[in-house]
């Protein structure tokens, strides 16, 4: 009978011995400091002055010691739990409002918390034999980034205009979501996808015609190469020039920008077909296009769809890029452009959360279309 396997190590002992030390710091230490009256000093208050921080170091000290023994599934998946309970309640506390300077005990309480985060992310990263284990570390990763994000910037009393916090981020997110989604049609919708379609299917089609008339390689790939070096803010503005300030002038940037890396991946796609193969086709007496269609384009296929993830990313970033240089008062690059010189920067921080969101999301779902279409590939079944 197997055994699930112990997501257990002596590194993660000793990280489970670093967050209780710093807990049993943590309460013989200040938390913070009170008002001061005029002309004296700051009073102390300790953490059981305190509903929300006695809550936090219950919590935080008993996932601290479950930490110690080897635990399986559920037990992993508990002290995951009780860490994240403790740092909301930790998050509740004055200094992490920005109502208060943190004592010594507030920031051992930090340190304790990074402790069982990392605590929480290796157990989870072990976990074997379920369907949703390989979904937990990277969603424990990004929600204690988030979490260190929110707690430093308002604790340290970070200037908004260097880094907002992301409870400011989400707030602009509701108040101007209207906003954003006119941005996200002009620049996604319009630029980026009829852009990704266009220059994606022209270096597709390039890289089958120079494969079948190999005398066009000499004349095409050098200049398809040269396309590529061209840097975009020196192509930008001439695109506007030739195109307008509206989204077509995006699109002619993101076609020069997605055309060459879909040239070279299909060309190297195609001729990546073993000879063998190829030596039977012919013995079969198979035109090129059955050859190309029953063996070089499959072959070609994770090729492809690499390139087309590749681009994906290009794609939004060359759209956004060329509304620094003009465009009408829609965009997702207008938008960063123009907030940021008001200082603005919530909505800057909102505008760059729906580019990064939606680029996630494109790599996401052809990442789910190479596993359909390139299931056979070597790289795909070992993911």
Known sequence: MNREPSPFSPAGQLTAVW???????????????????????????????????????????????????????????????????????????????????????????????????????????????????????????????????????????????????????????????????????????????????????????????IDRLPFLQRGLLPLASLSSTVPLVGVAPIAVMWFGFDWPSKVAVVVLMTFFPMLVSTLAGLQSAGRLERELMHSYAASYGRTLWSLRLPAAAPFVVGALKVNATLALIGAIVAEFFGSPTLGLGFRISTESARMNMSLVWAAITVAALTGSLAYALLVRLERRVAFWHPSVRST
């Open 19 to 209: 967050a209780l030390a710093c807990w049993l710091l943590c309460a013989s230490q200040p938390l913070l400091w009170g008002e001061a009256p005029e002309g004296g000093t700051a009073p102390a208050l300790w953490w059981w002055q305190q509903p929300w921080a006695l809550l936090a170091w219950g919590l935080g000290t008993a996932a601290a010691v479950g930490g110690l023994r080897p635990s399986r599934r559920a037990g992993s998946l508990a002290l995951a739990g009780l860490s994240a309970l403790a740092a909301l309640a930790w998050l509740q506390l004055p200094p992490a409002q920005g109502a208060a300077a943190g004592a010594a005990g507030f920031w051992l309480g930090v340190l304790a918390l990074a402790g069982l985060a990392w605590l929480g992310i290796q157990r989870c990263a072990a976990l074997q034999g379920h369907a949703s284990d390989g979904v937990w570390a990277p969603l424990l990763f990004g929600a204690w980034v988030l979490y260190a994000w929110q707690l430093l910037t308002v604790a340290l009393d970070v200037p908004r205009v260097l880094l907002p916090a992301p409870a400011l981020v989400l707030e602009a997110l509701w108040l101007h979501s209207a906003t954003l989604g006119g941005d996200f049609v002009q620049t996604v919708v319009k630029a980026v996808l009829l852009g990704w379609v266009l220059g994606s299917g022209l270096g597709f089609g390039v890289a089958v015609a």
